[in-house]
């Protein structure tokens, strides 16, 4: 399964096989150099890492539980464990990578912080951490999401962000990323920009993975107390940008014995032109600072994605999971609204568990996967979803 | 010779580089509005093309890239506009643009094509140095195109050295930290930015951009640099002219100082 040849890694030179590198305008040369001079010396020093297990353990929550979901593993005749962080502080995944990086910008000796968040949950992370530590906050936010994710916008308001909608393309992720970018070119010298995802110009890829990769960190010991055995057959996530996938699939990577799968938003079909599964529809280009694969035209102009979860709404993916796709070292599946909505439903009937129309996605796979009775899958149950009610309220009808 | 050389070779007066989004306001105005610079009396052209993520541009410039977008403009469209520009077009050309619809059409291709119309050089923001010298200088090299770099505020010596060193042409020397358009003006900051760039004495000319916009703005930025760079005032011109030959003119003309 995996060729002995190809590594996963990130290169010197910031690379993932053919996809990564900094394709960034000269205005943000001397803030993305200084990071990428010092991201892994800061990281590695002994007081960050204190302060990083610190926050994880008693203002997150970690470690987040790895269940047996006994009700699913008997519908689909197999093992599934939900790796639960839906229940880290502010409702997802994204708060791991947020803790981080406030960790970075003040070692960089910034006091603002700048980010772009699509469904919200990185936005409300952003504002969590800077409130905690006492920081300027701004939020860029396209201006379909504000509308569609309410209450996480109500969230970041409380904890003193500024919330900016991005009123520019098809205002969703990707133009709040151009925002957040064009923040930064006109606030190098005293603001960091937290990215959100594994995208972006090297470093952020490897260090928002790096910070993720608790995840995976965890579900190794986890695995092994319960199973014996400190690998999976099968680790599902959902991939947008790819964050929680990333930090999932972590220390799985050279893990020949598990097979990594990431479910991509199709939205309406990949066919139907209303799409968001970029490994389907994608072709190589350069997006927000990176290479990778990126749905565009024959033109060359970014394509405006669509799906009905805020944070797969995304038209690239990051550079990690372009060359996993390509190297055919995960397997992706596309995994349209509808089939979302019934996942989201099924999971919080069987096990009391709303998930985030994102994390729908990835527990979709399980009608597709063909997994055996015996064989162990872990799901990233990568958020909560709570900020979706509305949109499940209208889609599954839930007020009739 | 490069046009771009000889201009900079022979020219002691502040020289004037105007910024014109391709295919805007109208689809098909490229021409007129190129034709209309060159009459006025501007020294290099630079040319937008347009992208649907311009992240270096501000609201004027990324307007107008999605308007000239939404009436149809592409790479192979632009080529075919400018096919026949020279000789009419006397002056340097430039292509500014991002490195994605570079990429889908083909470096190679696109070069290629740039040599045939008679384009002078690029300005690609997203293409940073070390992946130019490792994949493209050889490419822009063999069909005499020069890479415009840009260095702003907090560019390090260091790097403008090294800059200097790869680069051809001109330097595109950025006034302030900002997206285009950002801000107007120029300050004794900037001014003493200007000086301290000068005092480095590189090889390569520079010509100041963002934030010029008037005559008074124009000739603070050339006097620490050959000359300056417009690019969001005239686009605004450019969305809002009733009589476009006629303001192109009389704008350029009034940049210049002339009658």
């Known amino acids: 399964m995996i060729d002995a040849g190809i590594s996963f890694h990130v290169s010197e030179k910031g690379y993932y096989g053919d996809f990564g590198g900094a394709f960034i305008p000269e205005m943000l040369y001397p803030n993305v150099e200084e990071l990428r001079l010092h991201y892994l010396e800061y990281m590695m020093e002994p007081s960050f890492q204190k302060e990083f297990h610190f926050l994880l353990?008693?203002?997150?929550?970690?470690?987040?539980?790895?269940?047996?979901?006994?009700?699913?593993?008997?519908?689909?005749?197999?093992?599934?464990?939900?790796?639960?962080?839906?229940?880290?502080?502010?409702?997802?995944?994204?708060?791991?990578n947020t803790i981080g990086q406030i960790l970075m910008a003040k070692r960089l000796g910034k006091h603002k912080i700048v980010a772009e968040t699509g469904a919200g949950q990185h936005g409300v992370a952003t504002a969590t951490v800077c409130a905690l530590m006492g920081m300027e906050c701004i939020i860029y936010m396209g201006a379909i999401d504000i509308e569609r994710q309410a209450p996480n916008v109500a969230r970041m308001k409380m904890l003193g962000a500024t919330v900016v909608a991005a009123q520019s393309g098809s205002k969703t992720l990707k133009d709040a990323t151009n925002e957040a970018m064009r923040h930064w070119i006109n606030h190098p010298v005293d603001t960091h920009y937290i990215i959100g995802s594994v995208v972006g110009p090297h470093?952020?890829?490897?260090?928002?993975?790096?910070?993720?990769?608790?995840?995976?960190?965890?579900?190794?010991?986890?695995?092994?107390?319960?199973?014996?055995?400190?690998?999976?057959?099968?680790?599902?996530?959902?991939?947008?940008?790819?964050?929680?996938?990333?930090?999932?699939?972590?220390?799985?990577?050279?893990?020949?014995?598990?097979?990594?799968?990431?479910a991509e938003a199709a939205?309406?079909?990949?066919?139907?032109?209303?799409?968001?599964?970029?490994t389907f529809l994608g072709k190589p280009g350069v997006l927000h600072g990176s290479k990778s694969l990126l749905m565009q035209t024959e033109d060359g102009q970014v394509i405006e994605p669509y799906s009905i979860s805020a944070g797969l709404d995304y038209p690239g993916i990051g550079p990690l999971h372009a060359h996993l796709a390509t190297s055919g070292r995960a397997k992706f599946f596309?995994?349209?609204?509808?089939?979302?909505?019934?996942?989201?439903?099924?999971?919080?009937?069987?096990?009391?568990?709303?998930?985030?129309?994102?994390?729908?996605?990835?527990?979709?796979?399980?009608?597709?996967?063909?997994?055996?009775?015996?064989?162990?899958?872990?799901?990233?149950?990568?958020?909560?979803?709570?900020?979706d009610l509305a949109t499940y309220q209208k889609a599954l009808k839930l007020n009739d | 010779m490069n046009r771009i050389s000889a201009l900079f070779a022979s020219r002691k007066e502040p020289i004037l580089n105007i910024y014109a989004t391709a295919g805007y306001p109208n689809l098909g105005d490229t021409m007129l509005v190129l034709n209309a610079l060159q009459e006025g009396g501007v020294d290099i052209i630079e040319i937008g093309m347009p992208y649907s993520d311009p992240v270096a541009d501000g609201e004027t410039i990324q307007q107008s890239n999605q308007v000239s977008l939404d009436q149809g403009m592409t790479v192979s469209h632009l080529f075919d506009q400018l096919k026949n520009m020279r000789p009419s077009i006397s002056v340097p050309v430039?292509?500014?643009?991002?490195?994605?619809?570079?990429?889908?059409?083909?470096?190679?291709?696109?070069?290629?094509?740039?040599?045939?119309?008679?384009?002078?050089?690029?300005?690609?923001?997203?293409?940073?140095?070390?992946?130019?010298?490792?994949?493209?200088?050889?490419?822009?090299?063999?069909?005499?195109?020069f890479n415009i770099f840009l260095i702003t505020p907090q560019t390090s010596d260091e790097r403008i050295k090294q800059i200097d060193a790869v680069s051809e042409g001109f330097?595109?020397?950025?006034?302030?930290?900002?997206?285009?358009?950002?801000?107007?003006?120029?300050?004794?900051?900037?001014?003493?930015?200007?000086?301290?760039?000068?005092?480095?004495?590189?090889?390569?000319?520079?010509?100041?951009?963002?934030?010029?916009?008037?005559?008074?703005?124009?000739?603070?930025?050339?006097?620490?640099?050959?000359?300056?760079?417009?690019?969001?005032?005239?686009?605004k011109l450019l969305g809002n002219a009733k009589n476009l030959r006629e303001e192109i003119v009389g704008f350029v003309k009034s940049i210049k100082g002339l009658k």
């Open chain 2, 94 to 145: 430039l292509l500014m643009g991002y490195i994605n619809p570079v990429l889908q059409f083909g470096v190679e291709r696109f070069c290629q094509k740039c040599q045939e119309v008679g384009v002078d050089g690029l300005i690609l923001p997203d293409l940073p140095m070390a992946e130019y010298q490792q994949s493209y200088q050889s490419i822009f090299e063999r069909y005499g195109l």
């Open chain 1, 267 to 278: 939205g309406q079909g990949i066919s139907s032109g209303h799409s968001a599964a970029t």
């Open chain 1, 57 to 96: 353990k008693d203002f997150v929550g970690r470690p987040t539980p790895l269940f047996k979901a006994e009700r699913l593993s008997a519908k689909y005749n197999t093992q599934i464990y939900l790796k639960r962080e839906d229940l880290c502080h502010t409702g997802a995944h994204k708060v791991n």
């Open chain 2, 171 to 235: 330097i595109y020397m950025v006034s302030s930290a900002s997206t285009t358009g950002a801000k107007s003006g120029i300050s004794t900051d900037q001014e003493t930015y200007f000086k301290r760039i000068e005092a480095m004495n590189l090889k390569n000319p520079r010509l100041v951009g963002f934030g010029i916009s008037d005559r008074e703005s124009f000739i603070k930025a050339s006097n620490g640099a050959s000359g300056a760079i417009i690019g969001s005032a005239f686009v």
């Open chain 1, 334 to 387: 596309d995994i349209t609204d509808e089939e979302a909505l019934a996942a989201a439903l099924e999971c919080s009937m069987l096990e009391g568990i709303i998930p985030a129309l994102e994390t729908a996605h990835a527990l979709a796979v399980f009608g597709k996967l063909g997994a055996k009775p015996n064989e162990i899958s872990v799901v990233n149950l990568s958020g909560r979803g709570d900020k």
């Open chain 1, 203 to 262: 470093p952020y890829p490897d260090m928002v993975a790096k910070f993720q990769s608790i995840i995976s960190e965890e579900i190794k010991w986890q695995l092994q107390e319960k199973e014996g055995r400190d690998y999976p057959d099968y680790i599902l996530a959902c991939v947008g940008g790819g964050s929680n996938a990333a930090g999932a699939f972590y220390h799985y990577l050279d893990e020949p014995r598990t097979a990594l799968i990431a």
